[in-house]
């Protein structure tokens, strides 16, 4: 089985998309990540739900959870305004995380080690030009459909 039998349709934001409702995106199709693509519809990033998770709670109680049981739940339950006025861009680790693409003749294993080896709950399936540019989103390889094809399942 190659990548580009594996791809799916899946849902992308723009880097410049509005930030909450990306979440809202996320959340409401209890999506494990978001592509990311560029202005010409080309992944630039992906963005893991545990990102958008981080990028909700506040830096304090990051550095010492303790402090999380000192919010109550009405202040807890305004956590997204965090997200009020910021882009996509802004929600991606200042630390590029490394964007796993593959080839669309990729087999499922090299898809699978790839996507082991940057950890990531996506594969972006993109075909290049003679140069090696991204040229076009085939679709998205997801961990979970990747779990089910190499255990036979589907």
């Known amino acids: 089985m190659r990548a580009r039998d594996l791809a799916v349709d899946y849902p992308s934001v723009g880097i410049d998309s509005d930030a909450l409702d990306a979440a809202r995106l ?4 209890q999506l494990p990540a978001l592509l990311v693509v560029d202005a010409g519809g080309v992944p ?4 893991p739900a545990s990102q958008m998770v981080k990028t909700l709670v506040p830096d304090y109680v990051i550095e010492d959870p303790a402090l999380a049981a000192l919010i109550d739940e009405k202040h807890a ?9 910021r882009r996509v861009g ?3 680790p200042a630390k590029a995380l490394p964007l796993p693409v593959a080839d669309p003749d990729d087999t499922a294993l090299e898809v699978a080690a790839l996507m082991a080896q940057v950890r990531s709950p996506l594969v972006a399936v993109v ?23 190499l255990l036979g399942e589907t």
């Open 44 to 47: 630039a990033a992906i963005l």
């Open 77 to 85: 339950d305004r956590l997204g305004w965090a997200l009020a006025g």
């Open 26 to 29: 996320m959340a409401g199709q």
């Open 127 to 149: 075909e290049t030009d003679e140069r090696g540019r991204r040229t076009r989103l085939i679709g998205v390889i997801t961990a979970s459909h990747l779990v089910n094809r």
């Open 90 to 92: 802004d929600c991606l």
